[in-house]
Antibody, heavy 119, light 109 residues
Framework: QVRLVESGGGVVRPGTSVRLSCATS????????MHWVRQAPGKGLEWVAS????????YYADSVKGRFTASRDNAKSIVYLQINSLREDDTAIYYC????????????WGQGILVTVSS | EIVMTQSPATLSVSPGDRATLSCRAS??????LAWYQQKPGQAPRLLIY???TRAADIPARFSGSGSGTEFTLTISSLQPEDFAVYYC???????????FGPGTKVEIK
């Protein structure tokens, strides 16, 4: 059974950094690309970052490029999202998602973790 | 940049009725399109990928169609558990980017 569990969220100050983690189990982690999607309160879904299975290639939405960094530890089956220079409009639920094998669709999702940026 | 639009923003439907949701892309996608369902307080769930293929364990009342820039999600007979927000999502090959539409809320009439 595929399981994705995000952690590392909470209330953070503008201008600071946070690292989100997504611990996974139930599948061969190193074989799949992983993705991060966020959802501001009451708003729609926004893709923010992806990382290929080997970890060598990452892709980012223009809105977060330069501030967000996706990484992964294939030995621990964890994917990370480092967010620097936090802004109030980064306030959102952050979901990690596993891609569907052989495609680039988001097949399995974590429950999400809330990051609130506030002074 | 590919922009996704969805219509209508809200769809009021009675249980048992048919619902038709539309998604339009600003550039052709061929069939690189997915549909997701999200219920309040829950993570999204993949319903349809490749424009028309149902994901695992998705009931047959959900179907997707379309190609190019026009796509449709049809729910043939709405069940109480189908009232939710539905998002379309495109995948662009290069550079790899993913874009969600703004969503269609399906509510009980």
């Amino acid at each position: 059974q595929v399981r994705l569990v995000e952690s590392g969220g909470g209330v953070v100050r503008p201008g600071t950094s946070v690292r989100l983690s997504c611990a996974t189990s139930g599948f061969t982690f190193r074989a799949y690309g992983m993705h991060w999607v966020r959802q501001a309160p009451g708003k729609g879904l926004e893709w923010v970052a992806s990382i290929e299975s080997h970890g060598n290639d990452q892709y980012y939405a223009d809105s977060v490029k330069g501030r967000f960094t996706a990484s992964r530890d294939n030995a621990k089956s964890i994917v990370y999202l480092q967010i620097n220079s936090l802004r109030e409009d980064d306030t959102a639920i952050y979901y990690c998602a596993k891609e569907r094998g052989g495609s680039y669709y988001f097949e399995s999702w974590g429950q999400g973790i809330l990051v609130t940026v506030s002074s | 940049e590919i922009v996704m639009t969805q219509s209508p923003a809200t769809l009021s439907v009675s249980p048992g009725d048919r619902a038709t949701l539309s998604c339009r892309a600003s550039h052709t996608l061929v069939t690189n399109l997915a549909w997701y369902q999200q219920k309040p307080g829950q993570a999204p769930r993949l319903l349809i990928y490749g424009a028309s293929t149902r994901a695992a364990d998705i009931p047959a009342r959900f179907s997707g169609s379309g190609s190019g820039t026009e796509f449709t999600l049809t729910i043939s007979s709405l069940q109480p558990e189908d009232f939710a927000v539905y998002y379309c999502q495109q995948y662009n090959n290069w550079p790899p980017t993913w874009t969600f539409g703004p969503g269609t809320k399906v509510e009980i009439k």
